[in-house]
């Protein structure tokens, strides 16, 4: 279940995902039913964070002129019009964000000197069914992989530790999100695959926020497993951070 919200926005700074992330939590809020429902995403209670995975991920997507970019490395100017894409297993989530997506009094809404005008398109998305055991994906956004000691992992380069830690995100996603793990290992077959290098900032515990570097890959790629593990991972996305704008997955062809 997705939803893709189309907004005219000339230019987006170059951490765009954190300021999405605000404008999800702030769609959220917007009504008593989101309100309620971020609490429960985000929060244990007052004072602690909910660190749960969580069951949605989010894309956002544009067209960019690259001159500018060069002159101007804080700013995208944007040459199509940005595209939100929203995607949950929970139905009653997708309509929470739904209703405040479509919510005037969040808009315009503004992060610093960017800014958000209400929507000019927001329609859900029709997902491919999986009823078979192999699926191409192609990535919405950059997928990373990390091990344990947050080394970033490249399928066309860590062969077997990639196929692991793969594994791994898969499995502890689907233990979170529906109470049992992987039902088959899965098997990872890149197709066009490339590095993507991303600056994302993250706030820990109550520090002011620092800015980092991913090192994640995009792309097409191939995937086989159960079909229900790989009908979550289409709704879900797959690897670190996916509700920080990584990770989200569109079905190319199914087999």
Avoid at 16 to 31: G, H, Q, V
Avoid at 34 to 48: A, I, T
Avoid at 140 to 165: C, H, M, N, T, W
Wanted: proline share 6%; with cysteine.
């Amino acid at each position: 279940m997705r939803l893709r919200v189309q907004f005219a926005i000339e230019r987006v700074p170059l951490l765009y995902r954190n300021a999405f992330m605000s404008f999800l939590k702030e769609a959220l809020k917007a009504t008593p039913s989101g309100s309620h429902r971020f609490f429960r995403l985000f929060h244990f209670d007052q004072k602690r964070s909910n660190k749960a995975p969580k069951p949605f991920c989010f894309a956002v997507r544009f067209v960019h002129d690259l001159k500018s970019f060069q002159e101007n490395k804080e700013w995208f100017v944007l040459k199509s019009p940005l595209s939100l894409y929203f995607s949950t297993v929970d139905p009653s989530l997708l309509v929470d964000f739904y209703n405040g997506v479509i919510s005037k009094q969040i808009y315009p809404f503004e992060k610093g000197e960017f800014s958000i005008p209400y929507p000019e398109v927001v329609v859900p998305l029709r997902e491919k069914r999986i009823t078979g055991n192999t699926v191409m994906f192609r990535t919405l956004s950059p997928v990373l992989i990390e091990d344990a000691q947050g080394k970033p992992l490249l399928p066309d380069r860590d062969g077997e530790r990639f196929a692991r830690e793969f594994n791994y995100y898969a499995d502890a996603l689907l233990w979170g999100i529906r109470g049992n793990g992987l039902r088959e290992k899965l098997v990872f077959q890149p197709f066009r695959i490339k590095k993507e290098v991303v600056k994302h900032a993250i706030r820990e515990r109550e520090e002011t926020s620092r800015i980092y570097t991913f090192t994640c890959f995009s792309g097409q790629f191939v995937l086989r497993g159960n079909p229900a593990d790989l009908e979550y991972i289409q709704a879900l996305g797959i690897g670190r951070r996916r509700s920080q704008g990584f990770g989200m997955l569109e079905v190319v062809w199914v087999e």
